[in-house]
């Protein structure tokens, strides 16, 4: 199996900075893109950040020039740096990856559990 653990989020003030953290284990042979994903009370899960296995990069409108998204395929592991904050970044922030567990495998996409970011004065 496959388990994606986020780690980071917090209560900032407005113009404040946070680190997210996503670590992927368990049977992994191979991630291809990951990616940041949020949501706020009564509104539908959005895309936040993607990066590629080549690290290409994709932002939302709303984040662009305040996060930036990075990964350490090394550690398996994909990052959001989050600058500029603002209250209306608060939501659960979720981490996804695309997974193959074996070389004949398939990509199948796995979640994490979500981290909550608040922001607010």
């Known amino acids: 199996q496959v388990q994606l653990v986020e780690s980071g989020g917090d209560l900032v003030q407005p113009g404040g900075s946070l680190r997210l953290s996503c670590s992927a284990s368990g049977i992994i042979f191979s991630i291809g893109a990951m990616g940041w994903y949020r949501q706020a009370p009564g509104k539908q899960r959005e895309l936040v950040a993607t990066i590629s296995s080549g690290s290409s990069t994709d932002y939302a409108d709303s984040v662009k020039g305040r996060f930036t998204i990075s990964r350490d395929n090394a550690k398996n592991t994909v990052y959001l740096q989050m600058n500029s904050l603002k209250p209306e970044d608060t939501a659960v922030y979720y981490c996804?990856?695309?997974?193959?567990?074996?070389?004949?495998?398939?990509?199948?996409?796995?979640w994490g559990q979500g981290t909550q970011v608040t922001v607010s004065s």
């Open positions: 996804n990856a695309r997974i193959k567990m074996s070389l004949y495998g398939v990509f199948n996409a796995y």
